[in-house]
């Protein structure tokens, strides 16, 4: 009964106006906020990391601002993956249609870098339609919101694969063809070793993913960071630059330190619109105390 009412509350949002959802996003962050769960907790465990320079007052602000940001983009969600086609006049491209050309050009596909920052899922609208996209996929903790997932990226041109060994055979493939792989570089692997390597992130070793870095260097393929940037009216701004070439070194850990590096040049000039909530700096060693304990 719950799942189908959320369900249902997904295509109801689906139909509101942007506004209406940039007016929830506020409402629902600013609650967040208030009650001070593990969003909240998980916020301020991060920004104090990233952030040590900041008082006390300063910390709380961007911690709500923060929430905000992931409430607003959360809101944006059902929308976007149930109605697609209103994206577009939401988004300035920002001449990123040509620079996904200009790098297929070279012949070696493309990996197309988006972390948590602004709206992700806006991403996709800026990728030509005439090239395909593959994504590598997790399933979300809601199971039942899986198939709205899935349905809004197919409409969006998105190939979702799992992250087995045929996914990862099939992000090879995509490239090998000269088409792009989206990732989102700053997950959290879910097993250290093969999967993931420490580097410093904001300071502090994190657990880093090394897959993107493989399939780039497997296929010299160009590594492009993008995010759809939020702007004061809540319409949105590609933001893209080319990754430095150590983010594909053959060493695990020269090209982790490089793509930490890179996802913290993408936070840079908005930090508030990272989705900070997340547990990026989970202990990687005995040494590391539990920011979220």
């Known amino acids: 009964m719950r799942e189908r009412l959320i369900t249902s509350l997904f295509y109801v949002v689906a139909k509101l106006p942007w506004s209406a959802l940039s007016g929830l996003g506020v409402i629902v962050g600013h609650a967040m906020y208030l009650s001070n769960g593990r969003e909240a907790k998980n916020v301020q465990a991060n920004l104090k990391i990233a952030y ?9 602000t961007m911690t709500k601002q923060a929430l905000v940001h992931s409430a607003k983009t959360f809101m944006e969600m059902p929308k976007i993956w149930l109605s697609p086609s209103t994206i577009a006049a939401r988004v300035d491209p920002n001449g990123l249609p040509e620079k996904i050309y200009q790098l297929l050009s070279q012949g070696q596909g493309l990996v197309l870098a988006m972390p948590h920052h602004g709206n992700w899922e806006m991403v ?18 809601q199971a039942f919101i899986e198939p709205l997932m899935q349905k809004g990226r197919e409409i969006g041109r998105i190939a979702m694969v799992a992250t087995d060994r ?56 160009p590594v492009l960071f993008c995010w759809a940037e939020r702007q004061a009216d809540n319409r949105y701004v590609m933001r893209y630059f080319d990754a430095a070439a150590e983010v594909s070194d053959k060493d695990a850990q020269v090209a982790a330190i490089a793509l930490n590096q890179a996802v913290e040049r993408v936070i840079a000039d908005q930090p508030a619109q990272y989705q900070w909530a997340y547990r990026r700096y989970t202990p990687v060693n005995d040494q590391q105390t539990n920011p979220y304990s």
Do not use: W
């Not at 040590?52 to 709380?60: C, D, G, T």
């Not at 996709?124 to 903790?141: C, E, F, H």
């Open 124 to 141: 996709s609208s800026g990728v030509p339609q005439d090239v395909a996209i593959t994504a590598l996929y997790r399933p979300p903790r």
């Open 166 to 221: 045929a996914g990862i055979k099939a992000l090879y493939d995509t490239l090998k063809a000269n088409d792009v792989v989206a990732i989102l570089p700053d997950q959290v692997p879910r097993a250290a070793g093969a999967a993931a390597v420490s580097a410093p992130f904001f300071g502090r070793e994190s657990s880093t993913m090394v897959l993107m870095s493989r399939l780039a260097a497997k296929h010299n393929s």
């Open 52 to 60: 040590p320079n900041l008082n006390a007052q300063e910390r709380k």
